[in-house]
């Protein structure tokens, strides 16, 4: 995920035209956000309400969207499911950055001993698939959102190390550092006030990029039905319910919710890249 960071031969020459996307991409991202927010006002019925003389119904004027084959409004659980599944990958990108920035800092600060126990302690991070310590976890302590995001979030928590303790390394031998240090800063103070926010942009545009990647995660795992609970509206949950409805010929309440998911993820993406070219260029 790192590789998505690096400048690519012939950014200058197509920048004008991944400028449009970018702005497009930027705006779905808040909508998408805007929506979520403001889910329980726009949504028109509870989501949870079942209407089984109803069930399978295609758009309408009551449902704009249909309803999925427990006779459930599709738009206000798509509405309401966007609150769950950017709620999940933002507690995985949070917790990861956070964790992951304070285990690289110190392994590039400090060195020697404590480098070498951090850094062989995420590569065996590296080898266990996170998907497959998600679903350890969840079976250990049951479906909800806490435990799947706790464990992607140990998983993805390497990918943010390792980036900062490449950028700590180059920033230590920039002579504002030694410069720091003759004045008798501590290496605490100069890591706070100084190394963090220079390289907090390349770090926050991996996260971007982080989360559309948590958000597939954590959706693929409401579909096993490992996420969160059956009646709670989300994206993955319901393309779960959505399969019995796609083998009789109603695929609109499955497609939906995997269009949001695809939308989403390829929105945060385009705007991670963007950010990071953004930053590759202010440092050249």
Excluded: K
Aim: aromatic letters at 8%; hydrophobic letters at 50%.
């Amino acid at each position: 995920m790192t590789a998505t960071l690096l400048r690519r031969p012939g950014l200058a020459r197509i920048r004008t035209t991944r400028a449009p996307l970018h702005r497009l991409c930027l705006g779905f991202v808040a909508l998408v956000v805007l929506a979520a927010l403001l889910a329980p006002w726009l949504a028109p019925y509870d989501p949870n309400a079942v209407d089984l003389g109803n069930a399978l119904a295609g758009p309408s004027a009551d449902h704009l969207l249909g309803v999925d084959a427990s006779g459930r409004d599709t738009l206000s659980r798509l509405l309401l499911g966007a609150r769950t599944s950017l709620l999940g990958p933002l507690g995985v990108v949070a917790f990861s950055t956070l964790a992951g920035v304070a285990v690289g800092v110190a392994a590039a600060w400090r060195g020697g001993w404590l480098d070498s126990v951090l850094s062989r302690s995420t590569e065996l991070v590296f080898a266990f698939p996170g998907m497959l310590l998600a679903i350890l976890i969840v079976s250990v302590y049951g479906e909800g959102l806490l435990a799947p995001v706790i464990a992607l979030a140990i998983a993805y928590l390497p990918y943010v190390s390792r980036l900062t303790r490449s950028l700590v390394l180059a920033e230590r031998r920039r002579p504002y550092v030694e410069a720091y240090q003759v004045q008798g800063h501590s290496g605490l103070q100069i890591c706070l006030r100084h190394v963090v926010p220079g390289i907090a942009p390349v770090v926050l545009a991996q996260s971007t990029v982080n989360f559309g990647y948590a958000l597939i995660d954590l959706a693929g795992l409401s579909f096993l039905g490992l996420g969160v609970p059956a009646l709670t509206p989300d994206w993955g949950r319901m393309v779960f319910d959505g399969q019995s409805a796609v083998q009789h010929g109603y695929p609109l309440s499955a497609i939906l919710p995997c269009a949001a998911i695809v939308l989403t993820v390829v929105a945060f993406n385009v705007v991670g890249e963007r950010w990071a070219d953004q930053v590759a260029r202010r440092d050249r």
